[in-house]
């Protein structure tokens, strides 16, 4: 199954909670929004195991504030990893989408290439797998931003 990330947007007074107490999610309320066929769904953003390219890319463009949204890693133990937990206050997250935005197709690209071409059999694969990530990073940030929230989020 692997290492893999989620994030869910929070209010904050559940960021100031979380971001304080020793128990970081307990009682937080994910911020719903009612699709067209039925039940709230939380705002949440999954990258599966897709965070550590985000984190390569953002740190070879210095983008601080988008970094944020994938900081940190698991803690390896011999019976397994303790997941990373973490947070943006809700007045980080407009820099952070904005930056998340800013990245275009041909510097995604250039994580997977050298010298234009592809790197091996699997680059072409994974700079597909990564933009489509990378895209819906954008959509959850820029409604997280819209609606003055925070971001609790998970790796492991």
Not at 57 to 82: K, N, Q, Y
Not at 83 to 102: C, I, K, N, W
Not at 119 to 139: C, I, K, P, Q, W
């Amino acid at each position: 199954m692997g290492i893999r990330y989620l994030a869910i947007s929070i209010d904050l007074d559940d960021y100031l909670r979380i971001s304080a107490g020793a128990c970081p999610t307990c009682g937080a309320r994910p911020h719903t929004r009612q699709p067209d066929y039925g039940q709230p769904e939380p705002d949440v953003l999954d990258l599966d195991k897709c965070w550590g390219y985000l984190q390569r890319l953002f740190d070879s463009m210095d983008l601080r504030a988008a970094a944020e949204l994938v900081a940190g890693h698991v803690t390896h133990t011999p019976t397994g990893w303790i997941s990373h937990q973490g947070t943006v206050a809700p007045d980080r997250v407009p820099a952070l989408a904005h930056e998340l935005a800013s990245v275009s197709v041909d510097q995604t690209r250039s994580l997977f290439q050298e010298n234009g071409e592809w790197a091996d059999h699997r680059s072409e694969g994974d700079f597909g797998y990564v933009s489509s990530y990378l895209t819906r990073a954008v959509s959850f940030a820029e409604k997280v931003a819209r609606d003055n929230r925070g971001i609790v989020y998970y790796i492991g």
